[in-house]
């Protein structure tokens, strides 16, 4: 069991701040406007507190699947009802799986002299340029969309979103901004990616 603090919040899971409700709210539009009526199957990956996930249960006819690699986080997200399981992205999923993805990556640079070895720290480090886990979310989550998928992608301004779109682009995403909304040290961006 994670560490709790005084308001009984387990301090080993990355509870919901600005970017999970921007992420959150953009999520649910889209896919409220892209509903054809049937019951869409979304991963979201990095679940976190699972409140992202929670929302789009909550507010869309999806069915969705919370995943994580930090287990305190996915017990936190089966506490609050969700369907969770552990992973580390993409790994465990089927092929062709999800019609959509949706993920608040680690995107903080940081000096890796600075780092700690925990489950914040996992939540929150994005590594030297911000991208180390969005990179190979990016190279991997082609293969459990669904052939007309899409990808919601949170981005921060402080890892380059120019940089995430061309890292996108290499893997056979068009990416478009569909939210975003500034900060006095950084913007953040919903990335709506569909190939």
């Known amino acids: 069991m994670g560490l709790e603090d005084r308001r009984g919040v387990d301090t080993d899971v990355y509870q919901p701040a600005e970017d999970s409700h921007l992420l959150a709210q953009a999520a649910c539009e889209r896919?409220?406007?892209?509903?054809?009526?049937?019951?869409?199957?979304?991963?979201?990956?990095g679940t976190g507190s699972?409140?992202?996930?929670?929302?789009?249960?909550?507010?869309?006819?999806?069915?969705?699947?919370?995943?994580?690699?930090?287990?305190?986080?996915?017990?936190?997200?089966?506490?609050e009802g969700l369907e969770a399981v552990r992973a580390d992205l993409v790994a465990p999923f089927a092929d062709g799986a999800f019609d959509a993805v949706v993920f608040n990556p680690p995107y903080l640079p940081t000096d890796p002299d600075n780092e700690w070895d925990d489950w914040m720290e996992r939540a929150l480090s994005g590594g030297e340029d911000g991208r180390a886990v969005i990179d190979p979310f990016l190279a991997s989550i082609g293969r459990v969309l669904a052939p007309d998928g899409v990808v919601y992608l949170l981005v921060s301004s402080l890892t380059g979103v120019d940089e995430v779109v061309e890292e996108a682009g290499k893997h056979g995403f068009s990416a478009v901004a569909v939210a975003d909304e500034s900060f006095p040290f950084e913007t953040l961006t919903v990335l709506e990616l569909v190939r």
């Open 31 to 45: 896919l409220t406007a892209d509903d054809g009526g049937g019951e869409p199957l979304v991963l979201e990956v």
């Open 50 to 79: 699972g409140y992202v996930a929670g929302r789009i249960d909550e507010e869309t006819t999806a069915r969705v699947i919370a995943a994580d690699l930090n287990p305190h986080a996915v017990r936190q997200a089966r506490e």
